[in-house]
């Protein structure tokens, strides 16, 4: 008990009130641990889904551009690729889950072109190129999508760690330490009720004494 804790019945009170409200304070953060944690699973699989399609989509956009460019020349497939060259553009905003500020990212447009949008001519390549864009293509709407559930993912894993440090700081620190506070305020209490006890006897054992003793004296002086 590093406190010093003063031995009072007012000093009692105020530490069992302290309790009561370190108690009602952990039940609530135990609640919001709770609610964070049905958040945060469920995207764990979502992250896991998204991770599994970056990858496959990933190994099917490189298998396609090397056929491709087996097929259609590197320096074809090259030229066709600086004609494509553009922006993705993408908002970014703010919500809360359980209290907790999420940026959100969404893609403003699919990243998927239609030709016209790759800025080549439909006449001027091969099918197998433009369909090797678009699988390039699907790769970044996935990017974005796995960058903005990542995002949420980690903040809450933060504040679910957080959550879960104050809990423990709570139920292993905090609280006991004010429960051995009690203890030792109300044993204080009671021993210094008892010596006030025993004090009482001693001086009502003198008084019963000095009473008798005085009445002595005045038979004997009868």
Do not use: C, W
Request: aromatic residues 4%; hydrophobic residues 40%; proline residues 2%.
């Amino acid at each position: 008990m590093a406190e010093k804790v003063n031995p009072t019945r007012s000093e009692l009170l105020y530490r069992r009130q302290q309790i009561k409200l370190a108690e009602q304070g952990m039940d609530l953060l135990k609640k919001k641990r709770d609610a964070l944690l049905r958040e945060f699973l469920p995207i764990i699989d979502e992250t896991m889904k998204l991770s599994l399609r970056l990858e496959r989509a990933t190994a099917d956009a490189q298998q396609s551009l090397a056929l491709t460019q087996a097929i259609e020349g590197k320096t074809v497939v090259k030229s066709v690729s600086f004609a494509t060259k553009g922006e993705v553009l993408v908002d970014i905003f703010g919500t809360h889950v359980m209290g907790v500020p999420i940026p959100v990212i969404r893609k403003s447009e699919t990243a998927v072109k239609t030709e016209l949008g790759r800025g080549y001519s439909i006449t001027g390549v091969g099918a197998r190129i433009d369909s090797t864009a678009g699988k390039f293509e699907e790769i970044i709407d996935v990017m974005i999508q796995s960058a903005d559930i990542e995002t949420r993912l980690r903040r809450l894993g933060e504040e679910l760690q957080k959550t879960n440090r104050r809990v423990n700081a709570l139920e292993s620190f905090v609280i006991p330490e004010l429960q051995a506070q009690v203890k030792f305020i109300f044993s204080a209490l009671d021993e210094r009720a008892r010596e006030d006890h025993f004090r009482l006897k001693k001086v009502k054992k003198k008084i019963i004494e000095r009473q008798t003793a005085n009445r002595g004296l005045a038979t004997s002086t009868a």
